[in-house]
């Protein structure tokens, strides 16, 4: 039989994807909040004696996570045989060390708390800057697909002479993949990071590029202060306005809006359901998960 998807995050089109690509059933459950806060989660579908896959990004981590756990401990309790968690964006994966002293360390906290529930995981591009293996936060059997050639696709079909550029050097890591996949050239500029909402950016020389579209790459984008401060920069260089490309489109705060106001085009992959919403991953997702499902 086959394993049964339930999808917590609302996204129903990256469920139907994976329903058909990586032949599982869609099952469905039931998410709300009592007046209080308290979340209610329903199994609508026979569990007994099936594996079970739990489709769930985590971009609103604080409200996602206890119902999540819910879901996933009841689907052991109505009979669940197995539950693997496909989460496209994986949360807190940014504060992996004390920048401060006295700060938590979220990405290993966190870790620590969701692993236990899950037996299997599959994500999508993590944000591994100073940890680079997923297994030492999560030591479990996992795959971690990587976005890179749904983008470069992208780029190679709607963008002509275009040039790469990633906002800091923790971007090297996707750009320089998108670029080679694409057959196009990148260059990475430099960030400090200021504060959660504060960064400042500078621009080598890109004065030979100018006859190229600037297509910003980068993992996520959550306030878009980085896209932002990037793009300003770029325009004083005399640039053309930027495509800005981003895995995990978790658009937090007045990100869209403020993106939208500075004419910058934000394209993002399905990992996340937004209307930016333009490269799919369903393929590359469900390769991974029939590695993993029973
Ligand atoms: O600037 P915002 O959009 O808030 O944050 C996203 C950036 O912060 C970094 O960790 C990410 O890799 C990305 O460059």
Same mark, same amino acid.
């Not at 030591?139 to 983008?151: D, E, I, M, S, Y």
């Not at 470069?152 to 320089?176: H, K």
């Not at 993106?259 to 390769?287: F, R, Y």
């Given at each position: 039989?086959?394993?049964?998807?339930?999808?917590?995050?609302?996204?129903?089109?990256?469920?139907?994807?994976?329903?058909?690509?990586?032949?599982?059933?869609?099952?469905?459950?039931?998410?709300?909040?009592?007046?209080?806060?308290?979340?209610?989660?329903?199994?609508?579908?026979?569990?007994?004696?099936?594996?079970?896959?739990?489709?769930?990004?985590?971009?609103?981590?604080?409200?996602?996570?206890?119902?999540?756990?819910?879901?996933?401990?009841?689907?052991?309790?109505?009979?669940?045989?197995?539950?693997?968690?496909?989460?496209?964006?994986?949360?807190?994966?940014?504060?992996?060390?004390?920048?401060?002293?006295?700060?938590?360390?979220?990405?290993?906290?966190?870790?620590?708390?969701?692993?236990?529930?899950?037996?299997?995981?599959?994500?999508?591009?993590?944000?591994?800057?100073?940890?680079?293996?997923?297994?030492?936060?999560?030591? $479990?059997?996992?795959?971690? /697909?990587? !976005?890179?050639? @749904?983008?470069?696709?992208?780029? =190679?079909?709607? %963008?002509?002479?275009?040039?790469?550029?990633?906002?800091?050097?923790?971007?090297?890591?996707?750009?320089?993949?998108?670029?080679?996949?694409?057959?196009?050239?990148?260059?990475?500029?430099?960030?400090?990071?200021?504060?959660?909402?504060?960064?400042?950016?500078?621009?080598?020389?890109?004065?030979?590029?100018?006859?190229?579209?600037?297509?910003?790459?980068?993992?996520?984008?959550?306030?878009?202060?980085?896209?932002?401060?990037?793009?300003?920069?770029?325009?004083?260089?005399?640039?053309?306005?930027?495509?800005? $490309?981003?895995?995990?489109? /978790?658009? !937090?705060?007045? @990100?869209?809006?403020?993106?939208? =106001?500075?004419? %910058?085009?934000?394209?993002?992959?399905?990992?996340?359901?937004?209307?930016?919403?333009?490269?799919?991953?369903?393929?590359?997702?469900?390769?991974?998960?029939?590695?993993?499902?029973?």
């Amino acid at each position: 039989m086959k394993p049964l998807l339930f999808c917590l995050d609302g996204n129903l089109a990256l469920q139907a994807g994976l329903a058909a690509r990586a032949r599982l059933q869609p099952a469905a459950c039931q998410l709300r909040q009592f007046p209080d806060e308290e979340s209610y989660v329903r199994v609508l579908s026979d569990v007994q004696g099936r594996d079970s896959v739990v489709l769930c990004s985590l971009h609103r981590p604080n409200s996602l996570f206890i119902p999540l756990c819910f879901l996933m401990e009841n689907l052991r309790e109505l009979g669940s045989r197995s539950v693997g968690l496909v989460a496209p964006y994986l949360a807190y994966m940014r504060q992996d060390q004390r920048f401060h002293p006295g700060e938590v360390i979220s990405a290993r906290l966190f870790a620590a708390l969701l692993a236990p529930h899950i037996d299997w995981l599959v994500t999508v591009d993590p944000h591994l800057h100073r940890i680079h293996d997923l297994g030492t936060l999560y030591p $479990l059997p996992q795959r971690v /697909v990587h !976005a890179a050639p @749904a983008l470069a696709t992208w780029i =190679a079909s709607e %963008i002509a002479r275009p040039l790469l550029i990633g906002p800091d050097s923790e971007s090297e890591q996707w750009v320089s993949e998108v670029a080679r996949l694409a057959k196009a050239p990148f260059v990475v500029l430099q960030k400090v990071r200021l504060g959660d909402r504060q960064v400042a950016v500078s621009v080598p020389d890109i004065e030979r590029w100018r006859e190229h579209t600037p297509v910003l790459i980068d993992d996520i984008i959550s306030t878009g202060h980085t896209l932002l401060k990037t793009a300003e920069h770029l325009q004083q260089s005399g640039m053309r306005p930027p495509v800005a $490309l981003a895995v995990h489109g /978790v658009f !937090a705060e007045h @990100a869209q809006r403020e993106l939208q =106001a500075a004419g %910058i085009q934000a394209i993002t992959s399905n990992s996340i359901s937004h209307a930016s919403n333009a490269i799919d991953l369903s393929e590359l997702l469900a390769h991974a998960i029939e590695e993993l499902a029973p």
